[in-house]
């Protein structure tokens, strides 16, 4: 079935370790997104992809990177930089332009 | 900037309507969503509307929007147990979706 798939699903890191979330899709989508989200603060951009091999910042991109090498993924990178990484992460796509957005299940990180 | 601004809570009791509100500021949005969020999973659309219609119905769902005051709603008729989850309003940007904070939808007996 075509669908995004995040893993994991959770994932436990120490402070000061950098981690690797994966996102990965097969709807042949042009775009993809990375969207942080907090209790009552709904979702906030943090990176978007409108085509491979280029990738935008979002309204929070720092202590974040990502990469579009393939147009399935879209892989995101929390590194120590990021001083408050505890939180829900999510991955969407949609084929461009407006439409609506397809969202994977989402990972939970915890710093501990 | 854009943007796009709901209530955090509303509680209906089961069987009731269940009105969800939202405001937006972005007038050039072309399509405005509704997507629900059931605890600990990703958001899955519920339903959308173009700008350029008032209302849209879809089984017990109703949305309505009135673009002179930039105001949508969303009516859940009949609501159930299983309706209970975040309900999110999102508009059209530039390159992105506009989000509300969203909506946590509680069903009292």
């Known amino acids: 079935d075509g669908g995004i798939t995040q893993s994991p699903k959770y994932l436990f890191r120490k402070e000061g370790q950098n981690v690797t979330l994966s996102c990965e899709q097969n709807?042949?989508?042009?775009?993809m997104y990375w969207y942080r989200q907090d209790p009552g603060q709904g979702l906030r951009l943090i990176y978007y992809?409108?085509?491979?091999?280029?990738?935008q910042k979002g309204d929070i991109a720092e202590g974040y990177s990502v990469s579009r090498e393939k147009k399935e993924s879209f892989p995101l990178t929390v590194t120590s930089a990021q001083k408050n990484p505890t939180a829900f992460y999510l991955c969407a796509s949609r084929a461009g332009g407006p439409g609506e957005l397809f969202f994977g299940e989402g990972s939970r990180l915890t710093v501990l | 900037g854009e943007d796009v601004e709901q209530s955090l809570f509303l509680s209906v009791r089961e069987g009731d309507s269940s009105v969800i509100n939202c405001t937006y500021t972005?007038?050039?949005?072309?399509?405005l969503y509704w997507y629900k969020q059931e605890p600990g999973a990703g958001l899955q659309l519920l339903t959308y509307?173009?700008?350029n219609m008032d209302m849209k119905q879809d089984q017990r769902l109703t949305v309505l929007l009135n673009k002179k005051d930039k105001h949508l709603s969303l009516r859940i008729a009949d609501t159930q147990t299983g309706d209970s989850a975040i309900y999110f309003c999102?508009?059209?940007?530039?390159?992105?979706?506009?989000w509300g904070a969203g909506t946590k939808l509680i069903i009292k007996p």
């Open positions: 972005d007038s050039s949005s072309t399509y």
């Open positions: 992809s409108q085509i491979v091999n280029d990738f």
């Open positions: 999102a508009a059209d940007g530039n390159y992105q979706l506009i």
């Open positions: 709807l042949n989508h042009d775009a």
């Open positions: 509307i173009f700008s």
